[in-house]
């Protein structure tokens, strides 16, 4: 009887481990300076703020590389690390430090992020584009709807002076409709 009760609390001590890794493993914080910088851009802290990867120079002139927490809060994502397949659908850059809305710009780039596979699959990285859109005056839905129907119209009118107003006065979507 005693070799049954210490058999039994062998097998209760083993199965209590594995559920407690179990745990830790689905628990685990997501701490953008813990990331590694191949996954930083495009992934939100557990705090819910963006990561963002940054350059330095070290005084032998190397370049270092650093994943960091930056002050932007994603509304309604935490603990997200971008999968492979939503960076290579929006034709996004793991690598890039810092993010400019001159990627709007590139006819090819928004016709990637306005996509099906993009647009309608990846609120991480609409989200982060909608907000630099935003920025420039420009309602990131209009601008994929022109972008769809003529690409190159699409383009110039971003460029030109007017495309701010003409998509400043647009309702912002929630973030919950991409």
Do not use: W
Not at 16 to 23: D, E, K, M, P
Not at 52 to 66: N, Q, V, W
Request: charged share 20%.
């Amino acid at each position: 009887m005693a070799s049954s009760m210490k058999s039994s609390l062998i097998i209760f001590f083993t199965c209590s481990l594995f559920l407690q890794v179990a745990l830790a493993t689905y628990k685990r914080e997501v701490i953008c300076e813990n990331l590694p910088n191949g996954v930083c851009a495009f992934s939100i802290a557990s705090s819910g703020k963006r990561c963002l990867l940054e350059k330095s120079t070290t005084e032998d002139g190397i370049s270092e590389y650093t994943c960091k927490t930056s002050e932007v809060i994603v509304g309604n994502m935490r603990e997200h690390i971008e999968s492979d397949e939503c960076v290579e659908a929006c034709g996004v850059d793991r690598n890039s430090v810092g993010i400019s809305s001159d990627s709007l710009l590139e006819a090819q780039f928004t016709s990637k992020l306005c996509s099906p596979a993009c647009y309608q699959k990846c609120p991480n990285i609409v989200d982060l584009y909608f907000n630099l859109a935003a920025g420039e005056g420009v309602y990131l839905p209009d601008l994929c709807n022109k972008q769809r129907t003529n690409p190159h119209r699409a383009a110039m009118e971003l460029q030109s002076s007017g495309a701010a107003e003409d998509f400043a006065d647009a309702p912002a979507p929630s973030p919950s409709s991409f």
